[in-house]
């Protein structure tokens, strides 16, 4: 793998346009869990062909990269310098309803906006009403609630996917077993550029009221107000109890690492109270679950994306 000198070489000399790139990026400004460190390498697409140059060139170089949307719901270790981060630009960031019980979103889309738009036409996504990020995000991990997840409205994906040593753009239809509680697995995907949805409309005003209650249960259970990335685990499926349950019975909340605590509100969630470092966040994350298999003999799956450790 080559290192930053290397990488920075071939980024800047790639010539691919459309592209914008970033050097020494501020991660408070792309993650939630507002880390104070610098990313070597940020790079920013603004169309699909730039963004299939981009990971042919970092694949045939041999380079790491990430993408992300809105980076709630990622770790990166930043002292890992030779990984580099695309975000996806502007021409990723459109909504558009087609005919009835279509609509047609780009993956950098933001959710909170997404959430709003759809309900201006009557259709119900209030079940995602608080949670941050982007389209693609929530899409590439199937975010959600217990109750209901998105993929479960997605008829099929714009994306690129590696096919005999290639990168390709084409579209995707979801099947069922595509997606699950917390993850999205299609072989060889790279990236997702636009997502089709499908939803049947609504009553306006119960599609408002749910959004509200919504909220007002997300800010009474979640630390809303700090610098977290949602729930650092997936709930146990061999286990009745969930995530934050079983810390919790361990007495975890408002045990700190660093700059780095378990949420005294909400027992999965890790938060960055005073200037925590990607590796007090990490340290603390292995801990917890350390505790939690020598107690209850049951290993924590990650839904926090950890990257570069
Ligand atoms: C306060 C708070 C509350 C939250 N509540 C919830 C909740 O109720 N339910 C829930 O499910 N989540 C919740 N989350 C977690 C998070 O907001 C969601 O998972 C969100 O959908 C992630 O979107 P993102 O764009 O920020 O993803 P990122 O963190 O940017 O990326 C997450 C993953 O998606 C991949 N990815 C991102 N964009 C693309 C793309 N275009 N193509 C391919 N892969 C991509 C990344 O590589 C990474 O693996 C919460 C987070 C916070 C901070």
Do not use: W
């Not at 099929?156 to 917390?182: A, P, Q, T, W």
Request: proline letters at 2%.
């Amino acid at each position: 793998m080559p290192g930053e000198d290397k990488i920075k070489k071939i980024i800047d000399n790639s010539g691919i346009k459309n592209l914008k790139i970033y050097h020494d990026a501020d991660m408070r400004k792309l993650f939630t869990f507002r880390i104070n460190a610098i990313i070597p390498f940020l790079v920013i697409p603004e169309n699909a062909e730039a963004l299939v140059s981009l990971t042919a060139c970092l694949l045939d170089n041999n380079i790491e990269y990430f993408i992300i949307g809105g980076g709630s719901n990622s770790l990166i270790n930043d002292l890992n310098k030779n990984i580099v981060i695309i975000k996806l630009g502007r021409l990723f960031d459109s909504i558009d309803f087609k005919e009835e019980g279509s609509i047609e979103c780009g993956a950098a889309y933001n959710m909170a906006r997404f959430v709003t738009e759809c309900y201006k036409e009557s259709y119900n996504f209030a079940f995602l009403a608080g949670i941050p990020g982007t389209l693609g995000g929530a899409v590439a991990g199937n975010s959600g609630t217990k109750f209901s997840s998105i993929c479960e409205f997605v008829d099929r994906i714009e994306c690129l996917k590696i096919k005999s040593n290639h990168v390709v753009k084409e579209e995707h239809k979801l099947r069922k077993n595509d997606f699950g509680y917390r993850f999205l697995n299609i072989e060889n995907l790279l990236a997702i550029t636009k997502i089709y949805l499908k939803k049947e409309r609504a009553e306006k005003e119960l599609v408002f009221n749910e959004i509200l209650e919504r909220i007002k249960y997300k800010k009474a259970s979640q630390p809303l107000n700090k610098f977290t990335a949602g729930c650092f685990f997936k709930n146990p499926l061999n286990s009745n109890k969930t995530a934050a349950e079983l810390i919790d019975s361990l007495d975890l909340k408002g045990f700190q690492y660093g700059g780095a605590a378990v949420s005294k509100k909400h027992a999965n969630f890790i938060e960055n109270f005073k200037d925590a470092s990607s590796m007090d966040i990490y340290n603390l994350s292995r801990i917890i679950a350390g505790m939690v298999k020598d107690n209850f003999n049951i290993e924590l799956e990650n839904e926090v994306k950890i990257v570069g450790f």
